[in-house]
């Protein structure tokens, strides 16, 4: 059984940062790719980054050059180190892990809100 924490999330102003973070419990964690969803009300939940274990990453075109995606297999954590945000990147924020023992596993969301 996968189970994933996220925090970090919180209320920042436009410009600002934050850094969320997803801790992972369960085996062979640190050999699957682990990633960051986005969804806001009424629209479909999408990727905003991902990242292989052996850190191949890869980002939506929306965050490329703003945010920053790391993992730490030791800890079976991965980060997300978000900069310059924007209204636009306001959502609950998903932690996911898999392909893994033929699932995909999420975690419980943590809100992001960007306003002045």
């Known amino acids: 059984q996968v189970q994933l924490a996220e925090s970090g999330g919180g209320l920042v102003q436009p410009g600002g940062s934050l850094r969320l973070s997803c801790v992972g419990s369960g085996n062979a964690i640190s050999i699957a790719t682990m990633g960051w969803y986005r969804q806001v009300p009424g629209k479909q939940r999408e990727l905003v980054a991902s990242?292989?274990?052996?850190?191949?990453?890869n980002y939506a075109d929306s965050v490329k050059g703003r945010f920053t995606i790391s993992r730490d297999n030791a800890k079976n954590t991965v980060y997300l180190q978000m900069s310059s945000l924007t209204p636009e990147d306001t959502a609950v924020y998903y932690c996911n892990v898999g392909p893994l023992f033929g699932g995909s596993y999420w975690g419980q969301g943590t809100q992001v809100t960007v306003s002045s």
């Open positions: 990242i292989m274990s052996g850190g191949v990453t």
